[in-house]
């Protein structure tokens, strides 16, 4: 009977020995390296990232900045706007209607847009925080801005803040998908809508990237070579 549970109690230590072996031999390191400028970034295995927004915020940007600065834009646009200086525009906020959660890149797809805008001296943009102040002290959400009485009460409101504006701007993001047995493809489109307050004139800009997801058993050996 001694012997048997001697045994016993040795069996268990082993096996709990080498439990605690394969959990330290399993556990990973975590590392870290900066991505440079030229260097090649890490492409989202499942959703959009960096290599997406990125690419679209700079096309879509770039392509508006370029058509206002060289005056091309749509009949009566700026019907009621004062052309002394920098157009003044109301950025109200990025609009998700993807497939995918956008999570920390919405605040960033805002920051970079309205950073090339301010810098392109083409456009002068509200401060976000008077943005939201103004919406928060209306108590109204962007989309609802185009109700006149909306409008007139927001515009008032900013102007007592001395941030008055002649352009709402939206950014909206939407996706579309495309399958083919467990692989498929999703094209992003980003949509740029800039609005005259003044007589609802608007103008668009949109850019479009498309992107492969590869999960079939003939990707995964490729992605081994």
């Known amino acids: 009977m001694t012997t048997r549970r001697e045994f016993l109690r040795q069996s268990a230590a082993g096996l709990l020995g080498v439990g605690a072996v394969a959990q330290f031999g ?8 900066v991505v440079k400028p030229g260097d090649k970034q890490v492409v989202g295995s499942h959703a959009a990232g960096s ?6 915020i700079n096309e879509a940007v770039t392509a508006l900045l370029a058509r206002h600065s060289q ?11 004062s052309q002394t200086g920098p157009l003044r525009i109301c950025f109200v906020g990025v609009e998700n209607k993807t497939s995918e959660e956008i ?24 401060s976000r925080r008077y943005v939201q102040a103004g919406l928060t002290q209306c108590r109204l959400r962007p989309e609802e801005l185009f109700i006149p009485q909306n409008m007139q009460t927001f515009s ?3 102007q007592q803040m001395q941030q008055p504006f002649d352009f709402l701007l939206f950014c909206t993001l939407t996706s579309g998908t495309t399958r083919s047995n467990k692989d498929y493809q999703r094209s992003y489109l980003m949509t740029l809508e800039m609005i005259n307050i003044h007589n609802g004139q608007d103008d668009k800009e949109q ?16 992605s081994w070579f």
Not at 51 to 56: F, I, Q, S
Not at 76 to 81: E, H, K, L, N, R
Not at 103 to 126: A, C, H, K, M, P
């Open 51 to 56: 290599e997406v927004y990125d690419t679209l």
């Open 207 to 222: 850019r479009e990237i498309v992107k492969k997801y590869n999960v079939s058993a003939m990707a995964k050996v490729k």
């Open 103 to 126: 999570g920390d890149f919405r605040d960033q797809i805002f920051e970079q847009i309205d950073g090339q805008l301010q810098r392109s001296q083409v456009y002068q943009t509200v």
């Open 156 to 158: 008032q409101v900013m």
């Open 26 to 33: 399993c556990r990973t390191n975590q590392t870290a390296q």
């Open 71 to 81: 005056g091309i834009q749509p009949a009566a646009f700026t019907q009621g706007v």
